[in-house]
């Protein structure tokens, strides 16, 4: 059996188990479900940064929160994120047949890999996974709203046109069962005052589906996420912003900060 290891416990959020269940459960709880007159569903879909849990953290929680929202299990995951370490033309799908954190595995869907693989601009290739940290911070969170059960559809980004990502999704994008999570933070490594205006910008753009606007300055992530935004007009889904915050936020450097949102996609009633 293949084992995609962790490559960022103990740096990104805790190696240990029980120090990991606790941060998550502490940035969790700041986000409490609806009271019981209003039970939205689940959204299909999230946008969640992927910094190290103190930054980001709280952050990401408010859009994992929702997936506590009434629904079917989910069965699979499909999760998009940019490729930090390796260049990368297209898009990777994992060879692992299961994912490890601190808190166990996660197999890997290995159907929806093969559909995926059969596609163009999509490669099995395990060197875009293997130090990659936009994926791997996402996974904790979600094994720990999500029922047991479900399966991981880890893609890593490179440089892919918007519709070619959009198709990938095609490819996996099922019904209630299945959830797309998109990985990406905001702006990087501008003064405080600035970057909240420019995040601000960004999510006015993505909450108009303007996926032309967005660029890399504007998001790390900005290839899947114009995916999932094509992709979401193809689908009839509409985004929502859930939070923002910066690095300065967490006592960061506000010269010098990176910014952080979350959205969640719903149905357009």
Avoid at 67 to 81: F, K, N
């Amino acid at each position: 059996m293949r084992v995609r290891p962790p490559a960022v416990a103990g740096r990104f959020y805790p190696a240990d188990a029980r120090a990991l269940r606790s941060v998550i459960a502490e940035q969790l709880g700041e986000h409490r479900p609806p009271p019981p007159e209003i039970q939205p569903l689940r959204p299909k879909a999230i946008v969640v940064p992927h910094a190290g849990y103190v930054f980001s953290g709280r952050v990401a929680a408010s859009a994992f929160a929702l997936l506590r929202r009434p629904g079917p299990p989910v069965e699979r995951v499909v999760l998009l994120g940019p490729a930090h370490t390796v260049a990368l033309e297209g898009m990777a799908v994992s060879s692992a047949d299961v994912w490890e954190t601190p808190l166990g595995t996660v197999p890997v869907d290995s159907d929806c890999r093969d559909r995926l693989a059969a596609r163009p601009h999509v490669a099995v290739d395990d060197r875009p996974h293997t130090l990659e940290h936009s994926l791997e911070v996402e996974v904790p969170f979600l094994q720990s709203v999500l029922a047991p059960g479900w399966t991981l559809v880890p893609i890593v980004v490179g440089n892919a046109r918007p519709e070619w990502v959009a198709d990938a999704l095609d490819c996996c994008w099922g019904g209630d069962e299945t959830l797309i999570v998109v990985s990406t933070d905001m702006s990087h490594f501008e003064p405080d005052a600035r970057a909240r205006e420019h995040d601000h910008r960004t999510a006015l753009s993505v909450l108009a589906s303007r996926d032309t606007d967005i660029g890399t300055r504007d998001a790390c992530g900005a290839r899947p996420l114009k995916g999932l935004i094509v992709a979401s007009r193809r689908h009839g889904l509409q985004p929502e912003l859930v939070d923002t915050a910066n690095s300065a936020d967490a006592g960061a450097d506000p010269d010098r900060v990176v910014g952080y949102a979350s959205f969640a996609y719903e149905p357009v009633p």
